[in-house]
């Protein structure tokens, strides 16, 4: 079955730097896009980067684009998301989700605190 690992959050004091790793397993992973996700407490969750299945084409939102960088190693089933010059306002659960078919499928999610 189709699961996705996320790892790599944690407490992180402003302008600092973090590395999120989603490792997936059960689906031929370099054939699809993935991206990462947040959600903040009381707020929507959102996208913040997605990558298509080559890497050879990104997507940001605005609020992170020049501060963070999602790549992929298609030979290790990885995604990674580079987070650097972190605000207080990127603290939020950050997941990974791919579409398979006509399924999304989520990580289980790791927490990104931005605290000094």
């Known amino acids: 079955q189709v699961q996705l690992v996320e790892s790599g959050g944690g407490l992180v004091q402003p302008g600092g730097s973090v590395r999120l790793s989603c490792i997936a397993s059960?689906?031929?992973?370099?054939?699809?896009?993935m991206g990462w996700y947040r959600q903040a407490p009381g707020k929507e969750r959102e996208l913040v980067a997605d990558?298509?299945?080559?890497?050879?084409?990104?997507n940001y939102v605005d609020s992170v684009k020049g501060r963070f960088t999602i790549s992929r190693d298609n030979a290790k089933n990885t995604v990674f998301l580079q987070m650097n010059s972190l605000k207080p306002e990127d603290t939020a659960v950050y997941y990974c989700?791919?579409?398979?078919?006509?399924?999304?499928?989520w990580g289980q999610g790791t927490q990104v605190t931005v605290s000094s």
């Open positions: 989700k791919s579409t398979v078919g006509a399924f999304d499928y």
């Open positions: 059960g689906f031929t992973f370099s054939i699809y896009a």
């Open positions: 990558i298509s299945r080559s890497g050879g084409s990104t």
